[in-house]
């Protein structure tokens, strides 16, 4: 009997060994290592976990781009790009529209905010409340703008990659929301 068995709990490990190559773990929230965007293969490029006050843990992110594409090249470039958060903590939908207020006023001059404020508007009403194990993805797509994902379901999009650039540069710009997640997102460990 056990030597009928060693060879199916080789199969089972070798197949869970492989699921596991397929993804990147990060404080028990799992990312795939690849996805596809608009019929384009994205890389994740890094991931990392969000804190409060260097302490509290509030969520694990995830930045994909093209594989052709460096990470510090990517928000320059048409490119399609997704970023994914994974929260471990609730959130209310204000307090993450505050933040992303404040980090897109802290970030861009007064014309260029001028430019996306409605369109951030418009995306504010779109968040919901978070729980433990919520997940939003915002995805770009070049000529077609951004989709904002919540658990895996579109809940609506916003035109330009001007809105895009801006919104991907609150973890990624040149004053981001946390230098280390940033350099976390573009692989830089």
């Known amino acids: 009997m056990h030597n009928r068995l060693l060879p199916f709990t ?39 976990t969000a804190r409060y006050a260097r302490v509290f843990k509030v969520y694990v992110a995830g930045f994909y781009g093209p594989k052709d594409v460096t990470p510090e090249d990517v928000l320059e470039k048409d490119v399609p790009r997704r970023l994914e958060i994974e929260y471990l903590r609730s ?28 369109r951030f508007a418009y995306l504010a009403d779109l968040y919901e409340d978070v729980g ?4 939003y993805a915002f995805e770009y797509i070049p000529g077609e703008g951004g989709t904002l994902y919540f658990n895996g379901e579109a809940v609506g999009n916003v035109e330009g990659e001007d809105f895009a ?4 540069g609150i973890w990624l710009g040149e004053d ?14």
Do not use: C, W
């Open 165 to 168: 650039r801006a919104y991907f």
């Open 132 to 135: 433990e194990g919520d997940r």
């Open 176 to 189: 981001p929301l946390s230098s280390s997640l940033k350099r976390q997102l573009l692989g830089q460990r």
């Open 10 to 48: 080789l199969l089972v490990l070798f197949l869970a060994s492989t699921a596991m190559a397929d993804k990147a773990t990060q404080d028990g929230v799992s990312l795939d290592r690849e996805v596809t965007v608009d019929g384009e293969a994205l890389e994740l490029y890094g991931y990392g």
């Open 91 to 118: 959130i209310d939908a204000d307090d993450i529209n505050e933040a992303t207020r404040e980090m897109l006023e802290r970030q861009l001059d007064e014309d260029t905010y001028a430019e996306v404020k409605d």
